[in-house]
């Protein structure tokens, strides 16, 4: 529950900030115009007024557009076409078998089950799904069981809750590919609906694409004889469980060294916050480039990083050194000393203040779930920071000060880069 409301908080930040984005581009647009118009001695009979009823319809369809980025739409398929999307979704499943698990993971260092699905189906066949297990069973058309086929998704209830708490894709034969937390075997691998604790805990099967053609009764073909990953005698079942591992090395080992679990990543973001003089009033900051880069792995993923941020309502250009620390769903938090160059004022006044090296900055960061572009990953990307200013002689500015000063938002793009994708 938790994990979702702060998601879909994230998500609003987001949208806001691409929505004072978008107001902003317009406002600058227009003003460009009127100087260019009145330089080349025609004049503007009426001007644009952000404040209109057509303004806000103009917001109001962006925010429709981004959300909709969120959970694209299927598009129609043949059948000839959803079969063939349908093998080209279990085809290129398999070449996950053997990533670790890990919680809120999305890519080859870690995945959990909604994470491999996610991935799959993006990758795969353009289907961009909702981000949890429960969110995809209810994103999916539910089907009875005769009509479950290659490439659709099956789910379980594994808590007490009574509640879809696991995913998988389906294989055919009986087998579906998932990304598994605990048992004797973990991380993507390839199990049996027949066991003992998937036939116990199994929910339902969902299409997100429309039928191939291919039943549950004739469907073996696409699990049986054409899994490359597999090898004869590497089934393994033990206490109940069967996995069938990707033989040789691991999709980790043959990545393999320090540098595969090196996570780089480079953002810009427009700076905003409500704050300025005292008054509560959009105030459109300057703009935040950062580069970045973490060690992957563990749910905590340690990272260093830094921020050259420009603000023209203060005068300064800041650089932040940045120790931060990612988590799962996308949420890094982040602090360090901040390096300042020039003599930073308050907002809306021609008051100066300090800039503090040391307590710098503290803040957070969420990126939205990437689409990939060759070998990198782009993302949606939303900053919430303060930073730490002062009264000239070193005493605290007031709470007003203080806020419209150093409490930032940060709206921007985030271009992702898995080191062991160079391996």
């Known amino acids: 529950m938790i994990p979702k409301l702060m998601y879909n908080t994230a998500w609003l930040f987001t949208t ?74 279990v085809d290129y499943s ?20 909604s994470g491999f699905i996610y991935t799959v189906a993006r990758n795969s066949i353009g289907v ?9 069973y209810n994103y999916s058309r539910i089907v009875p069981d005769a009509e479950r086929e290659p490439g659709d998704l099956v789910f379980f209830k594994t808590v007490g809750n009574g509640k879809i708490s696991h995913a998988g894709i389906y294989l055919g034969n009986d087998q579906f590919i998932h990304s598994a ?13 027949k066991e003992s604790y998937w036939s116990r805990t199994y929910a339902a099967v969902g299409q997100i694409l429309p039928s191939g053609g291919e039943r549950k009764e004739n469907s073996s073909a696409l699990s049986a004889g054409k899994d490359e990953n597999r090898t004869a005698g590497d089934t393994s079942d033990t206490s109940g469980s069967t996995a069938i591992k990707a033989s040789g090395k691991s999709f980790q080992q043959e990545k393999g060294g320090f540098l595969s679990h090196i996570i780089a990543d480079a953002s ?3 700076d905003w ?11 459109l900051r300057g703009f935040t480039f950062q580069l970045h880069a973490r060690y992957s792995g563990g749910k905590i993923e340690p990272g260093l990083g830094f921020n050259v941020t420009y603000d023209h309502t203060m005068r300064i250009c800041q650089i932040p050194v940045l120790f931060s620390a990612s988590m799962p769903y996308g949420f890094r938090v982040y602090m360090g000393p901040v390096f300042t160059i020039g003599k930073p004022v308050q907002p809306g006044t021609e008051s100066n203040v300090q800039a503090s ?19 990198v990953d782009i993302s949606f990307v939303q900053d919430i920071r303060y930073t730490v200013f002062n009264n000239r002689d070193g005493s605290a500015l007031s709470v007003g000060a203080s806020l419209s000063s150093g409490f930032v938002f940060s709206t921007g793009i985030r271009i992702i880069l898995p080191v062991s994708r160079f391996f």
């Open 273 to 283: 916050n409500f704050g300025a003089a005292g008054e509560f009033v959009l105030n």
């Open 357 to 375: 090296i040391f307590p710098g900055i503290i803040g957070v960061s969420w990126q939205s779930p990437s689409a990939s572009l060759g070998k």
């Open 268 to 270: 810009l973001g427009l």
């Open 181 to 193: 937390s605990d048992g004797p075997n973990t991380g993507v691998i390839i199990s049996s609906l």
């Open 94 to 113: 398999k070449q996950y078998v053997g990533v670790p698990y890990k919680w809120g993971g999305t890519g080859p260092d870690g995945m959990d089950c």
């Open 128 to 136: 961009q799904l909702p981000r949890t297990a429960s969110e995809m």
């Open 16 to 89: 806001l900030g691409t929505l004072l984005f978008i107001y902003n581009s317009i406002t600058w647009v227009a003003a460009f115009l009127e100087i260019y118009f009145l330089v080349c001695g025609h004049f503007i009979t009426e001007k644009i007024n952000m404040q209109g009823s057509f303004s806000y319809r103009i917001l109001l369809l962006f925010a429709a557009l981004f959300w909709c980025t969120s959970c694209s739409f299927a598009r129609e398929y043949s059948q000839d076409e959803a079969r063939e999307a349908r093998y080209k979704m």
